[in-house]
Protein backbone atom coordinates (compact mmCIF):
# COMPACT_ATOMS: atom_id res chain seq x y z
CA UNK A 1 0.00 0.00 0.00
CA UNK A 2 1.58 3.23 -0.94
CA UNK A 3 1.84 5.57 1.95
CA UNK A 4 -0.37 8.87 2.12
CA UNK A 5 1.16 12.46 1.62
CA UNK A 6 2.25 14.08 4.60
CA UNK A 7 0.12 16.75 6.55
CA UNK A 8 -2.91 15.76 3.38
CA UNK A 9 -6.24 14.53 3.72
CA UNK A 10 -5.89 10.82 2.08
CA UNK A 11 -8.28 8.53 1.18
CA UNK A 12 -8.04 4.38 0.09
CA UNK A 13 -8.91 4.22 -3.90
CA UNK A 14 -8.25 0.61 -5.18
CA UNK A 15 -5.97 0.10 -2.46
CA UNK A 16 -3.52 3.26 -2.28
CA UNK A 17 -3.46 5.95 -0.57
CA UNK A 18 -4.20 8.53 -2.11
CA UNK A 19 -5.36 12.67 -1.59
CA UNK A 20 -8.98 13.09 -1.47
CA UNK A 21 -8.76 15.93 -4.06
CA UNK A 22 -5.56 16.50 -5.40
CA UNK A 23 -5.36 20.28 -6.09
CA UNK A 24 -5.79 21.90 -3.04
CA UNK A 25 -5.66 25.88 -3.00
CA UNK A 26 -4.48 26.10 0.95
CA UNK A 27 -3.35 23.14 3.15
CA UNK A 28 -2.26 24.53 5.81
CA UNK A 29 0.65 22.07 6.11
CA UNK A 30 3.13 20.79 8.77
CA UNK A 31 2.22 24.10 10.52
CA UNK A 32 -1.66 22.67 11.68
CA UNK A 33 -1.44 22.91 15.00
CA UNK A 34 -3.60 19.46 16.37
CA UNK A 35 -2.84 15.87 16.90
CA UNK A 36 -5.07 13.75 14.83
CA UNK A 37 -7.18 16.55 12.78
CA UNK A 38 -6.26 18.13 9.24
CA UNK A 39 -7.86 21.37 7.61
CA UNK A 40 -7.36 21.86 3.66
CA UNK A 41 -9.04 24.47 1.77
CA UNK A 42 -10.11 24.16 -1.64
CA UNK A 43 -11.07 25.35 -5.12
CA UNK A 44 -13.13 22.41 -6.38
CA UNK A 45 -14.26 22.83 -10.23
CA UNK A 46 -17.16 20.39 -11.96
CA UNK A 47 -15.48 17.04 -11.13
CA UNK A 48 -16.34 13.77 -10.35
CA UNK A 49 -14.12 11.94 -7.20
CA UNK A 50 -14.21 8.24 -7.92
CA UNK A 51 -15.15 5.42 -5.76
CA UNK A 52 -12.93 5.75 -2.16
CA UNK A 53 -13.43 4.25 0.97
CA UNK A 54 -12.49 6.96 3.98
CA UNK A 55 -10.05 6.06 6.84
CA UNK A 56 -11.13 9.44 9.08
CA UNK A 57 -13.95 11.58 9.39
CA UNK A 58 -14.57 13.88 7.12
CA UNK A 59 -16.19 16.70 7.10
CA UNK A 60 -16.78 19.01 4.13
CA UNK A 61 -18.07 23.16 4.89
CA UNK A 62 -19.00 24.96 1.46
CA UNK A 63 -17.95 28.56 1.52
CA UNK A 64 -19.37 29.49 -2.16
CA UNK A 65 -21.23 28.23 -5.03
CA UNK A 66 -24.91 26.95 -5.33
CA UNK A 67 -24.80 24.02 -7.66
CA UNK A 68 -26.18 20.15 -7.59
CA UNK A 69 -23.45 17.60 -5.63
CA UNK A 70 -24.44 13.99 -6.34
CA UNK A 71 -23.50 11.19 -4.55
CA UNK A 72 -23.07 6.91 -4.55
CA UNK A 73 -22.65 4.76 -1.50
CA UNK A 74 -23.56 1.01 -0.27
CA UNK A 75 -26.50 1.04 -3.25
CA UNK A 76 -27.80 4.13 -2.43
CA UNK A 77 -27.76 7.99 -5.06
CA UNK A 78 -28.89 10.92 -4.01
CA UNK A 79 -28.52 14.51 -5.17
CA UNK A 80 -28.52 17.18 -2.58
CA UNK A 81 -29.07 21.06 -3.43
CA UNK A 82 -25.84 23.04 -2.15
CA UNK A 83 -25.33 26.81 -1.07
CA UNK A 84 -22.39 28.34 1.31
CA UNK A 85 -23.27 26.79 4.71
CA UNK A 86 -23.61 23.19 3.31
CA UNK A 87 -21.98 20.63 5.74
CA UNK A 88 -21.09 17.20 4.66
CA UNK A 89 -20.09 14.34 7.43
CA UNK A 90 -18.67 10.69 6.53
CA UNK A 91 -17.58 8.43 9.30
CA UNK A 92 -14.76 5.80 8.73
CA UNK A 93 -15.45 3.10 6.87
CA UNK A 94 -17.14 5.28 4.14
CA UNK A 95 -17.13 3.99 0.53
CA UNK A 96 -18.13 6.32 -2.03
CA UNK A 97 -18.58 8.63 -5.40
CA UNK A 98 -19.28 11.57 -5.95
CA UNK A 99 -19.58 14.32 -8.24
CA UNK A 100 -20.15 17.87 -8.34
CA UNK A 101 -21.75 19.87 -11.14
CA UNK A 102 -20.08 23.44 -10.45
CA UNK A 103 -17.34 25.12 -9.08
CA UNK A 104 -17.00 26.02 -4.96
CA UNK A 105 -14.73 26.70 -2.68
CA UNK A 106 -14.68 24.86 0.81
CA UNK A 107 -13.04 23.69 3.58
CA UNK A 108 -12.46 20.19 4.71
CA UNK A 109 -11.95 18.63 8.07
CA UNK A 110 -10.14 15.18 8.60
CA UNK A 111 -10.31 13.62 12.07
CA UNK A 112 -8.89 10.39 13.28
CA UNK A 113 -11.97 7.84 15.14
CA UNK A 114 -9.77 8.09 18.10
CA UNK A 115 -9.91 11.69 19.29
CA UNK A 116 -13.92 10.85 19.17
CA UNK A 117 -13.79 7.84 20.92
CA UNK A 118 -12.12 8.74 23.65
CA UNK A 119 -14.57 11.92 24.18
CA UNK A 120 -17.75 9.74 24.16
CA UNK A 121 -16.28 7.44 26.66
CA UNK A 122 -15.50 10.26 28.53
CA UNK A 123 -18.44 12.27 28.21
CA UNK A 124 -20.57 9.02 28.68
CA UNK A 125 -18.85 5.77 29.62
CA UNK A 126 -19.88 2.46 27.81
CA UNK A 127 -21.58 4.66 24.89
CA UNK A 128 -20.46 4.40 21.99
CA UNK A 129 -21.12 6.95 19.29
CA UNK A 130 -22.56 5.69 15.87
CA UNK A 131 -22.30 8.45 12.90
CA UNK A 132 -24.01 7.75 9.79
CA UNK A 133 -23.69 9.16 6.29
CA UNK A 134 -25.05 13.38 6.74
CA UNK A 135 -25.11 14.20 2.79
CA UNK A 136 -26.82 17.46 3.51
CA UNK A 137 -26.46 18.69 6.96
CA UNK A 138 -26.87 22.64 8.44
CA UNK A 139 -25.52 23.93 11.54
CA UNK A 140 -25.11 27.27 11.82
CA UNK A 141 -23.07 27.07 15.08
CA UNK A 142 -21.08 24.28 13.09
CA UNK A 143 -20.57 26.61 10.57
CA UNK A 144 -19.65 29.03 12.65
CA UNK A 145 -16.67 26.92 14.16
CA UNK A 146 -15.29 24.95 11.18
CA UNK A 147 -14.90 28.85 9.35
CA UNK A 148 -13.41 30.30 12.49
CA UNK A 149 -10.74 27.20 12.05
CA UNK A 150 -9.97 28.46 8.45
CA UNK A 151 -9.70 31.73 9.41
CA UNK A 152 -7.00 31.46 11.79
CA UNK A 153 -5.10 28.65 9.76
CA UNK A 154 -5.29 31.38 6.70
CA UNK A 155 -3.58 33.20 9.01
CA UNK A 156 -0.70 31.79 10.78
CA UNK A 157 -2.75 30.68 13.48
CA UNK A 158 -2.40 34.09 15.71
CA UNK A 159 -4.04 33.37 17.93
CA UNK A 160 -1.27 30.65 19.37
CA UNK A 161 -1.88 26.97 20.06
CA UNK A 162 -3.97 27.09 23.12
CA UNK A 163 -6.98 28.96 20.87
CA UNK A 164 -6.78 26.17 17.98
CA UNK A 165 -6.69 23.46 20.73
CA UNK A 166 -10.13 24.82 22.10
CA UNK A 167 -11.55 24.88 18.52
CA UNK A 168 -10.73 21.40 18.15
CA UNK A 169 -12.53 20.59 20.89
CA UNK A 170 -15.26 22.37 20.51
CA UNK A 171 -15.52 20.49 17.25
CA UNK A 172 -15.32 17.06 18.99
CA UNK A 173 -17.78 18.24 21.27
CA UNK A 174 -20.49 19.40 18.81
CA UNK A 175 -19.84 16.16 16.45
CA UNK A 176 -20.85 13.94 19.50
CA UNK A 177 -23.82 15.77 21.03
CA UNK A 178 -25.54 16.36 18.23
CA UNK A 179 -24.46 14.80 14.88
CA UNK A 180 -24.69 10.79 16.17
CA UNK A 181 -27.23 8.48 15.39
CA UNK A 182 -26.98 7.88 19.62
CA UNK A 183 -25.94 11.36 21.10
CA UNK A 184 -23.48 11.41 23.45
CA UNK A 185 -25.17 13.59 26.29
CA UNK A 186 -22.99 16.00 28.53
CA UNK A 187 -21.65 14.11 31.72
CA UNK A 188 -22.88 15.24 35.37
CA UNK A 189 -20.05 16.39 36.63
CA UNK A 190 -18.80 18.73 39.59
CA UNK A 191 -19.09 21.93 37.41
CA UNK A 192 -16.27 23.81 39.21
CA UNK A 193 -12.78 24.01 39.82
CA UNK A 194 -12.00 23.97 43.76
CA UNK A 195 -9.79 26.83 44.60
CA UNK A 196 -6.15 25.62 45.24
CA UNK A 197 -6.26 23.56 41.53
CA UNK A 198 -7.80 26.83 40.25
CA UNK A 199 -4.90 29.10 41.40
CA UNK A 200 -2.73 26.42 40.24
CA UNK A 201 -3.66 26.36 36.66
CA UNK A 202 -3.72 30.22 36.11
CA UNK A 203 -0.25 30.78 37.94
CA UNK A 204 1.06 27.85 35.15
CA UNK A 205 -0.61 30.17 32.46
CA UNK A 206 0.93 33.06 34.43
CA UNK A 207 4.61 32.04 34.76
CA UNK A 208 4.68 30.73 31.37
CA UNK A 209 3.08 33.44 29.53
CA UNK A 210 5.92 33.40 26.76
CA UNK A 211 5.35 30.14 25.41
CA UNK A 212 3.14 28.91 22.87
CA UNK A 213 0.69 26.87 25.39
CA UNK A 214 -1.22 23.56 24.24
CA UNK A 215 -4.75 22.88 26.49
CA UNK A 216 -3.00 19.34 27.25
CA UNK A 217 -0.11 21.12 28.87
CA UNK A 218 -2.49 22.96 31.10
CA UNK A 219 -4.69 20.01 31.58
CA UNK A 220 -1.93 17.88 33.11
CA UNK A 221 -0.49 20.21 35.52
CA UNK A 222 -4.65 18.99 37.23
CA UNK A 223 -4.24 15.95 35.92
CA UNK A 224 -7.13 16.43 34.16
CA UNK A 225 -8.27 15.63 30.52
CA UNK A 226 -8.46 18.62 28.19
CA UNK A 227 -12.17 18.26 27.56
CA UNK A 228 -13.05 18.31 31.37
CA UNK A 229 -10.49 21.31 32.31
CA UNK A 230 -11.39 23.46 29.46
CA UNK A 231 -15.37 23.04 30.64
CA UNK A 232 -14.93 23.72 34.15
CA UNK A 233 -12.41 26.31 34.20
CA UNK A 234 -15.51 28.15 32.29
CA UNK A 235 -17.88 27.26 34.51
CA UNK A 236 -15.63 28.40 37.08
CA UNK A 237 -14.44 31.41 35.79
CA UNK A 238 -16.61 32.64 33.13
CA UNK A 239 -13.64 32.68 30.69
CA UNK A 240 -11.78 30.09 28.58
CA UNK A 241 -8.67 28.80 29.30
CA UNK A 242 -7.39 30.95 26.22
CA UNK A 243 -9.97 34.32 27.11
CA UNK A 244 -7.97 34.02 30.39
CA UNK A 245 -4.31 33.51 29.32
CA UNK A 246 -4.87 36.51 26.38
CA UNK A 247 -5.74 39.26 29.66
CA UNK A 248 -2.71 37.84 31.44
CA UNK A 249 -0.45 38.29 28.45
CA UNK A 250 -2.33 41.90 27.37
CA UNK A 251 -1.65 43.21 31.46
CA UNK A 252 2.16 41.41 30.66
CA UNK A 253 2.74 43.46 27.75
CA UNK A 254 1.31 46.86 28.70
CA UNK A 255 3.82 46.47 31.88
CA UNK A 256 6.43 46.19 29.17
CA UNK A 257 5.42 49.27 26.81
CA UNK A 258 4.80 51.26 29.89
CA UNK A 259 7.81 50.77 32.23
CA UNK A 260 10.78 49.61 29.26
CA UNK A 261 11.89 50.68 26.74
CA UNK A 262 11.64 47.75 24.64
CA UNK A 263 10.65 47.38 21.00
CA UNK A 264 7.65 45.41 20.22
CA UNK A 265 9.40 42.32 18.38
CA UNK A 266 10.80 41.59 21.73
CA UNK A 267 7.21 41.95 24.02
CA UNK A 268 5.70 39.97 21.50
CA UNK A 269 8.32 37.22 22.31
CA UNK A 270 7.94 37.50 26.10
CA UNK A 271 4.63 37.83 25.44
CA UNK A 272 3.93 34.33 23.98
CA UNK A 273 3.00 35.33 20.75
CA UNK A 274 4.64 34.33 17.22
CA UNK A 275 5.18 36.98 15.65
CA UNK A 276 5.32 41.06 16.24
CA UNK A 277 2.38 41.21 13.79
CA UNK A 278 0.05 39.08 15.66
CA UNK A 279 0.84 40.94 18.54
CA UNK A 280 0.07 43.98 17.28
CA UNK A 281 -3.27 42.33 16.20
CA UNK A 282 -4.10 40.61 19.44
CA UNK A 283 -3.37 43.99 20.97
CA UNK A 284 -5.41 46.01 18.94
CA UNK A 285 -8.64 44.12 18.72
CA UNK A 286 -8.45 43.88 22.62
CA UNK A 287 -7.48 47.01 23.88
CA UNK A 288 -8.42 49.22 21.15
CA UNK A 289 -5.45 50.90 19.48
CA UNK A 290 -1.90 49.70 18.66
CA UNK A 291 0.84 49.19 20.88
CA UNK A 292 2.63 52.29 19.85
CA UNK A 293 -0.23 54.31 20.20
CA UNK A 294 -1.14 52.61 23.94
CA UNK A 295 2.49 53.54 24.95
CA UNK A 296 2.50 57.10 23.81
CA UNK A 297 -0.42 57.48 25.98
CA UNK A 298 0.70 55.76 28.96
Known amino acids: MAAAAPNRISVLRNEQVV ?7 EPFGSTQPWDGLLLERHRVEAIEIPEHE ?18 WTEGRHGVEKTAPGSLILLPPGTRDRLRWQGSSDRLILS ?7 HLAEELHPGSPAEFTCLWSLKDPSLQHLVSEMGREASEGWPLGSLYADLLGAGLSSQLLRRHVANPVPAPEMKTELPMPRLRHAMEYMTANLHKDLRLEQIARELNLSPFHFARVFRNTTGQTPYQYLLDQRMDRAKYFLKH ?27 VGVTPGAWRQSA
Do not use: Y
Not at 19 to 25: M, T
Not at 54 to 71: K, S, V
Open 111 to 117: LEPDRLV
Open 54 to 71: HRDFCLHLQLTGNDDMEW
Open 19 to 25: PLIPSVR
Open 260 to 286: HNLPVQEIAAMTGFSSSANFVRAFRQK
